[in-house]
T-cell receptor, first 112, second 111 residues
Framework: GESVGLHLPTLSVQEGDNSIINCAYS??????FIWYKQESGKGPQFIID?????DKRQGQRVTVLLNKTVKHLSLQIAATQPGDSAVYFC???????????FGTGTRLKVLA | DGGITQSPKYLFRKEGQNVTLSCEQN?????MYWYRQDPGQGLRLIYY???????QKGDIAEGYSVSREKKESFPLTVTSAQKNPTAFYLC??????????FGPGTRLLVL
């Protein structure tokens, strides 16, 4: 399939290990954040979101951490599986607006 | 893909030709968006529409045009003025300030 993001930063992890993907956001007024997963040749899929009144949110095998002090967002994937291989990117939103800012993305490679 | 369809999956454009990419949503979201994605880069906003019969230019609108005659539909035309149209085009929809859901994308190639 087509390759999205040939020159993106790459994180390689062993199958079964935990993955941590980081994102620095730009607007201190942003109050809603989303992580997306994009597989090669496909559209981005919603993974998990977090509002600025929280600093942690957990889903199934995924956790998002928000540090507003340093404008940093991270996505943790537990027990990484081959199906997790994809490009992951964050989005920041100012609630009540149509202004969405997307990060460039990180490619996650899962090694068998 | 969350109720957003894009067609075709692949589109070939000859030099000097206008081509139209289709985007339809059944999520009843007010806002729809078009993004361009090039290898190694993030999403770049082409146009967005907050409501029927209204739309705004994004960061890279030159060489593109859109219409929003129906809430469900937001077609994108890549005109002959767009000199480097080869890219992956993504359509999205959302309610204001809420999660954007994306379609599966259209790959545009130039013959």
């Amino acid at each position: 399939g087509e390759s999205v993001g040939l020159h993106l930063p790459t994180l390689s992890v062993q199958e079964g290990d935990n993955s941590i993907i980081n994102c620095a956001y730009s607007n201190s007024a942003s109050d809603y954040f989303i992580w997306y997963k994009q597989e090669s040749g496909k559209g981005p899929q919603f993974i998990i979101d977090i509002r600025s009144n929280m600093d942690k949110r957990q889903g199934q095998r995924v956790t998002v951490l928000l540090n507003k002090t340093v404008k940093h967002l991270s996505l943790q994937i537990a027990a990484t599986q081959p199906g997790d291989s994809a490009v992951y990117f964050c989005a920041e939103i100012l609630s009540g607006t149509y202004k969405y800012i997307f990060g460039t993305g990180t490619r996650l490679k899962v090694l068998a | 893909d969350g109720g957003i369809t894009q067609s075709p999956k692949y589109l070939f454009r000859k030099e000097g030709q206008n081509v139209t990419l289709s985007c339809e949503q059944n999520l009843n979201h007010d806002a729809m968006y078009w993004y361009r994605q090039d290898p190694g880069q993030g999403l770049r906003l082409i146009y967005y529409s907050q409501i029927v019969n209204d739309f705004q230019k994004g960061d890279i609108a030159e060489g593109y045009s859109v219409s929003r005659e129906k809430k469900e539909s937001f077609p994108l035309t890549v005109t002959s003025a767009q000199k480097n149209p080869t890219a992956f085009y993504l359509c999205a929809a959302s309610s204001r300030g809420e999660t954007q859901y994306f379609g599966p994308g259209t790959r545009l190639l130039v013959l």
